[in-house]
């Protein structure tokens, strides 16, 4: 069995046994519509690996450095002729070392909260829980009006940022946001990216007495859910109280449909408070929870 960077000509390979990874659910492996480009664009910050049983594809997945300590994987699919034979863990293995040698600290991962067997090899891989969130999608309205003051153009960096350092959803959500290139990934959210996002008008902050809230928008990107869609993705929002939450997903609404998104994706603390309040703000939040994990790879230092 090879162990090797992932080619282009794998495709074929790797597609025939994820089309169909959750047969039980209406659920399609987004792998197939990736592969091509991760190959394509994988460097020293981000390598996807295939196992190579010679005329097959044991196994899949993806490696990313999301910063100079933070390691991220994704797509571990092992093909069903091969399970049992520890598979999974060698290529876990293999984004643990390629992470290590670029100075990662930690490695986490995301998985759906109905994959149990995801999340029980997850465990058994090394990963211990970190967080639960789930995704909001508020619907992009040109028209969607604040109960109270929202402030994008001059938005203040340092007021969300105190906000955010002192918000119950950081401490839930362990100071983690999404990534900025990355949909599915969660990276510490820094006072850089605050600040980045403030000189190019992305930041949106409540204000009423004092910082009430903010969210942070990512980018906006096609993805192909129902035909080719523009999705505004934030990088996370957080509230003080229900009033301030339906400021802030007015804000969303109007700043998404401002960049021309049919939809969005903004991930809210798994908590009973801000899921609920995310409802009642017409956040329409997903139907269920994700689950993120992290493995420490410090111990073999």
Request: net charge negative; with cysteine; glycine share 8%.
């Amino acid at each position: 069995m090879d162990l090797r960077p992932a080619r282009e000509d794998d495709f074929d390979a790797v597609a025939a046994f994820t089309r169909e990874t959750w047969p039980d659910r209406a659920v399609d492996d987004y792998l197939p519509d990736v592969f091509d480009a991760w190959v394509r664009e994988d460097d020293e910050r981000q390598r996807t690996f295939v196992l190579d049983a010679g005329d097959d594809i044991a196994g899949v997945i993806q490696g990313v450095l999301l910063s100079p300590y933070e390691g991220w994987a994704q797509g571990l699919r092992v093909n069903p002729d091969y399970r049992g034979e520890g598979r999974g863990r060698e290529l876990t293995e293999a984004v643990f070392g390629w992470a290590r040698e670029r100075g990662a600290t930690v490695v986490r991962n995301l998985v759906f909260s109905w994959n149990a067997p995801s999340l029980g090899l997850s465990r058994r891989l090394g990963f211990a829980p970190c967080t639960e969130m789930r995704w909001a999608h508020p619907d992009p309205d040109p028209s969607a009006s604040a109960p109270l003051r929202v402030v994008s153009d001059g938005a203040n960096p340092d007021a969300a940022w105190r906000f955010w350092t002192e918000s119950d959803a950081r401490t839930h959500l362990r100071g983690l946001a999404v990534a900025p290139d990355y949909s599915w990934a969660l990276a510490d959210l820094t006072r850089e990216r605050v600040h980045a996002a403030a000189d190019d008008g992305r930041l949106l902050v409540v204000r009423d007495g004092g910082t009430r809230g903010f969210a942070v928008r990512n980018r906006t990107v096609t993805r192909d859910w129902d035909g080719n869609e523009r999705c505004a993705e934030y990088a996370v929002a957080a509230w003080a109280d229900p009033e301030a939450a339906s400021a802030l997903f007015a804000a969303v609404a109007h700043d998404a449909a401002s960049v021309d998104a049919d939809r969005t994706r903004v991930p809210i603390p798994e908590t009973v408070g801000a899921v609920t309040d995310a409802a009642a703000a017409r956040g329409h939040p997903a139907e269920n929870p994700e689950f993120v994990l992290s493995a420490d790879l410090t111990g073999s230092d």
